[in-house]
């Protein structure tokens, strides 16, 4: 029986770390996803991947307060894999946000279909543009590979260092706003240059109410724009969603 509970314990090992990762990781761990499929998911990769990563796991503990740290650094980790990649998905929701804003469309709403509550509609198609890409590009399983390869970086058991922890968060929400800003800058440009316009023509004629007439102009134009830039400005955000996940991948 003793080789039975020691693959419990390296089980359980593995579905901490996993386990957080499908909760808060882009594609896999979205609202409109049902619980029981990142359950499902979560428990069939443990599975998988158990007999590869069972020589790295440390003996288990023979008091269960000893298992507790163990379990809980597990978790630290998995929620600090995921968290980078929602970190940078968060990217595109600032890039529908800012189009929706400089557009003149910010005020639109829907439920966002990926994150299942109300937001600007530009953000809900952003969002749901985001997972496509994820998917069609094969990231998702390179989070899988992320999170198989970190059993090399951090060991089972031990806690990640604090400081590079935080480090590496606060560059992934540096990097997300820069993305979400890049994505959304052809917009951002052409809102300003045409508002700027629109001032210039308002002190000229001032007995004309140009800002009202030509709201549907700029909101026609600004979707011009967009569809001009939206696919180069996906495609940069894609590879750094790659580069993301690839930091924790040692191949």
Not at 29 to 42: F, K
Not at 112 to 135: C, E, K, R
Not at 163 to 192: E, H, K
Not at 219 to 248: D, H, K, T, Y
Request: glycine fraction near 10%.
């Amino acid at each position: 029986m003793d080789w039975l509970t020691q693959y419990a314990w390296i089980g359980a090992l593995l579905f901490a770390r996993l386990g957080a990762v499908m909760m808060v990781a882009p594609a896999w761990g979205e609202q409109s996803t049902p619980p029981s499929v990142r359950l499902g998911m979560a428990i069939l990769i443990t599975a998988t991947l158990a007999p590869t990563l069972a020589g790295n796991a440390p003996r288990m503990p023979v008091q269960f307060t000893g298992a507790i740290p163990m379990i809980m650094s597990e978790i630290v980790i998995g929620l600090i894999l995921g968290l980078g990649a929602r970190l940078m998905m968060s990217a595109v929701q600032v890039a529908g946000a800012t189009v929706g804003i400089a557009s003149g469309l910010g005020f639109a709403q829907q439920v966002d279909p990926i994150a299942s509550q109300p937001a600007a509609i530009f953000s809900g198609f952003f969002s749901l543009m985001g997972v496509v890409l994820i998917m069609s590009a094969g990231l998702h399983r390179v989070m899988i590979e992320a999170a198989a390869d970190s059993y090399t970086l951090f060991p089972p058991g031990a806690f990640p260092p604090i400081g590079d922890a935080s480090s590496f968060v606060i560059d992934a929400v540096s990097n997300a706003f820069r993305l979400g800003i890049q994505i959304a800058a052809p917009v951002l440009i052409f809102s300003l240059v045409f508002n700027i316009a629109l001032g210039l023509i308002s002190r000229l004629i001032p007995q004309v109410q140009i800002f009202m007439t030509a709201m549907p102009l700029s909101v026609i134009m600004s979707l011009a724009v967009l569809a001009l830039g939206f696919g180069g400005g996906m495609m940069i955000w894609l590879q750094a969603m790659e580069a993301q996940m690839r930091i924790f991948t040692v191949r």
